[in-house]
């Protein structure tokens, strides 16, 4: 489906106490279905704005969000989330974590062994069965992100949002996670929008790298695709020309182009 | 957020509960704090204390209490060795062995053990508490999840909260026509507030990053409530119902002193005018332990739970 997920000319403005603040402007955007998109930019940039916008958690000040031609009204399982912070209920078991959301989806047409049984095969998709039945507090914080994302795969829904889900893990957990991540996409074939500021994450992961220019306002700047065979090795990978063009694309938008965060910051 | 801070809480926990246990007994470990390695051998020897290290800490742990109880005890035999009206240790204590010998007799409505005393006491507060947590809970809960009616009710309470529960306590006779339910009453309008308030701030506490879970979800309001809000507020519930389990033991003696009937604040009252002091003095150890006894269980179920939940 070439037209997926539809953004057109979407805006959103809050209201703070000292006035209107424009988050976002004008922002198109199309997603096919089965893509992996990547939101890149500076903090700030309205990247997670933008991911909340198509969960449907908050609405659009102006413009529309549509999946496969109907408008996104508020969030649902059909747009799963992987929060930053992983969000697991900590009184709940792992297993019981992500039952909660199985049972959602699929408990008024299913019986319990199955919900049971797709619980088990979201646990296990994520390489976690041994510890199904431990507490989020006993497992590590990348254990914690990998049943986050076992939760959200579990809904079956059309679109995985992720929201910078590894910024929290040190870098050798990290890679394993993208590495896996990688293996479950290509498995489900899901489509993916996934918010990042990590270069070498965005060019890894993604089909195409959606640049956002800097906030206040912020809209989308440039968009890059990444024309890189799959399976994709981070090894081999980390030689290739074009790995290495657009790697060079991207950090040329962030540190150049969109510099003077950087600058004000110092 | 809410999270990352719940979870930092998490992972420090252990480091800081290891290093308080392991650098009391050892010294050495106090002396050269900074290296890491230097604390692992800390852990270690604690691990193997000898028994008389094990005595040392348990005598640490015993001693300043049971020394503080004595000096109390030293400081009432001199004020009251010359004689007067306050009877000294020693006339308690055999006044006492006398009393608990037969806690639970019955010599009519007005002269019953000190057992039936407490127990009816204990009761009031039970029933007048209960009431208050069945009404406080889901009072609280509503306050918590809607704004309009929390403005709308929280002046009201503001007003009522400093209100002494003993001023209540003629209208409650006045509705109940009987001593009994006016003074479970009284402990019904003292345990309510601190439920409603806690309650609700535990609901508005909850954090930002359950309840998107829940909107992603499109979770039913039903397993909202039994999923998330629940178990988040659990710990706050349970506050509000230690402080006004608290607050209702105050609260029920000082009832009882006016209504009359059976109660240890009746008891109290009796033995006043009866002029035995020794058992005034009794009444208050007593008073002073179950109410100790009634917080240290609300303590332990609320650890039991909260590990059960969290």
Redesign the interface.
């Given at each position: 489906m070439e037209k997926f997920v539809q953004i057109e000319r979407v805006g959103q403005t809050f209201d703070t106490k000292k006035g209107k603040f424009v988050a976002l402007r004008e922002i198109d955007l199309t997603i096919k279905q089965g893509e992996f998109i990547a939101l890149i930019g500076h903090s700030g940039c309205g990247k997670s704005t933008l991911l909340n916008l198509i969960?449907g958690?908050t609405k659009p000040t102006d413009g529309v969000l549509l999946l496969e031609g109907r408008e996104i009204n508020?969030?649902?399982?059909e747009?799963?989330?992987v929060?930053q912070?992983?969000?697991l209920?900590?009184?709940?078991t792992c297993f019981e974590n992500i039952y909660?959301?199985v049972e959602?989806?699929f408990g008024s047409k299913e019986g319990k062994p199955k919900l049971k049984a797709r619980t088990q095969a979201a646990i296990e998709l994520v390489g976690l069965a041994h510890a199904a039945h431990k507490?989020p507090?006993e497992i590590s914080?990348g254990m914690k992100q990998r049943v986050g994302i076992a939760r959200a795969l579990s809904?079956e829904p059309k679109v995985l949002l992720m929201d910078e889900p590894f910024g929290?893990l040190d870098a050798l957990t990290r890679a394993k996670l993208q590495d896996e991540l990688m293996k479950i996409c290509e498995k489900t074939k899901a489509t993916v929008v996934m918010v990042t500021h990590d270069v070498d994450e965005a060019v890894l992961l993604s089909d195409r790298i959606v640049m956002m220019t800097n906030g206040p306002a912020a809209t989308i700047g440039e968009i890059l695709d990444v024309n890189l065979p799959r399976p994709r090795q981070r090894l081999t990978l980390a030689h290739d020309p074009a790995y290495i063009n657009c790697r060079a694309a991207v950090l040329e938008f962030l540190y150049e182009k969109q510099a003077h965060v950087e600058k004000e910051a110092a | 957020?809410s999270?990352?801070t719940?979870?930092g809480e998490?992972g420090a926990k252990k480091p800081i509960d290891r290093s308080i246990t392991t650098s009391k007994p050892v010294a050495e470990a106090v002396a050269e704090p900074v290296k890491e390695t230097k604390m692992e051998n800390a852990a270690a020897v604690a691990v193997g204390t000898p028994i008389g290290e094990k005595l040392g800490a348990l005598g640490r742990a015993v001693l300043p209490p049971v020394l503080g109880l004595l000096i109390l005890l030293g400081i009432w035999y001199v004020a009251t060795h010359k004689g007067g009206s306050i009877p000294g240790p020693a006339q308690t204590w055999d006044a006492a062995v006398a009393l608990f010998s037969d806690p639970f007799y019955r010599n009519g409505p007005n002269d019953q053990g000190i057992g039936w005393n407490v127990l009816s006491s204990l009761q009031r507060v039970g029933i007048g508490f209960g009431f208050a947590a069945l009404v406080g809970i889901p009072l609280g809960f509503i306050l918590g999840r809607s704004a309009f009616l929390a403005a709308m009710v929280n002046p009201i309470i503001s007003l009522l909260r400093p209100v002494s529960p003993l001023a209540w306590l003629p209208i409650g006779l006045l509705v109940f026509k009987k001593a009994d339910p006016a003074a479970t009453y009284t402990i019904f309008i003292c345990s309510i507030w601190p439920m409603i308030m806690n309650t609700a701030q535990g609901v508005q506490r909850v954090p930002q990053?359950?309840l998107?879970?829940a909107?992603?979800?499109?979770?039913s309001e039903w397993?909202v409530v039994t999923?998330?809000l629940f178990?988040?507020v659990l710990p706050y519930m349970l506050t509000g119902i230690r402080l006004s389990i608290g607050t209702a033991w105050l609260v029920i003696v000082a009832a009882e002193m006016l209504t009359g009937g059976v109660g240890i604040g009746f008891w109290v009252w009796d033995e006043w005018n009866n002029l035995k002091v020794e058992h005034i003095i009794i009444a208050i150890f007593v008073i002073g332990i179950v109410g100790l006894i009634l917080e240290q269980a609300l303590i332990l179920l609320a650890k039991k739970l909260t590990k059960?939940?969290?």
């Open positions: 969960a958690l508020g969030p649902g399982p747009r799963a989330v929060f912070n992983h969000s209920l900590p009184w709940l909660l959301a959602r989806v507490y507090h914080g809904m929290a | 957020m999270t990352m719940m979870n998490f990053d359950y998107n879970v909107r992603v979800l499109a979770l397993k999923k998330i178990p988040a059960e939940s969290s």
